[in-house]
């Protein structure tokens, strides 16, 4: 039998299942996606414990970006270790087309990055004591589309690498120059023109644009709206190309 093409709510559903059983026989994947954004904050808040102003201007910044690479370093291997064992082209061979698959990764992972997200944001919030005047739900709005955002960038890079160590080297390709150029460590517009416009075209630049207007801003703006429709936008278009791209077996 050959994978269907069209999208089916019970087969992606039951991939996510299956996803997820294994998770919850993996714990250190599952302290990685959930404890490392934590520890990392909480060093982070403690690091600058002489200065709280440091920590409020960066830290909301840092909730959506540990998100967004924890969830892209586990997935891309999850996902390559699924192709190499040849688990993905015995899926493949059922009833179960690439869209199902992708789809069933990302509610799987998703969850994830729900309860990954609802605790780093509380932490930093209720424990850290990180100042925001715009709402702490916002907050944990834009790190979960962080979340996700990683987890699509992490699907879709899986289908170029051919090991794990492969997949790890794509890091610093897909993660690094967006670290650098999101405005993390200094204000994009004053940067080079050319950064600038390259930064422009980043997704993680409109997910840190994001936690910031939540940041400064009690109400909602029309920059929070903009960012956060980019985020999504993009981890959507990287998820249906991820499906395009997944192949069954590595080379």
Not at 214 to 224: E, G, Q
Request: aromatic content about 8%.
């Amino acid at each position: 039998m050959t994978a269907t093409s069209a999208l089916s709510l019970p087969r992606t559903t039951a991939t996510a299942a299956r996803v997820l059983r294994q998770l919850r026989h993996d714990p250190r994947t599952i302290a990685l996606m959930i404890l490392v954004p934590c520890v990392m904050l909480f060093l982070l808040r403690y690091v600058f414990d002489g200065s709280a102003r440091t920590f409020d201007t960066i830290g909301a910044s840092l909730l959506g970006i540990f998100p967004l690479i924890t969830m892209f370093l586990v997935t891309s291997i999850a996902t390559l270790r699924e192709r190499t064992s040849g688990t993905l082209e015995r899926l493949l061979a059922m009833p179960l087309g690439k869209g199902d698959l992708i789809a069933g990764y990302a509610l799987a992972f998703g969850a994830v990055a729900v309860v990954q997200s609802a605790l780093a944001t509380g932490l930093a919030v209720w424990f850290l004591g990180l100042d925001v005047v715009g709402s702490p739900w916002l907050l944990l709005l834009v790190a979960l589309l962080d979340a996700l955002l990683g987890t699509a960038l992490g699907l879709f890079v899986s289908a170029f690498a051919a090991s794990e160590f492969q997949a790890v080297q794509f890091m610093p390709a897909v993660i690094f120059p967006q670290l650098l150029l999101c405005g993390l460590f200094t204000p994009r517009d004053a940067m080079h023109p050319v950064l600038e416009a390259v930064s422009d075209a980043l997704p993680m630049s409109y997910a840190v644009d994001g936690m910031n207007e939540v940041l400064h801003h009690a109400d909602l703006t029309a920059a929070f709206l903009r960012d956060i429709t980019v985020v999504a936008a993009v981890a959507l278009l990287v998820l249906t190309l991820g499906a395009a791209t997944l192949k069954r077996r590595s080379a």
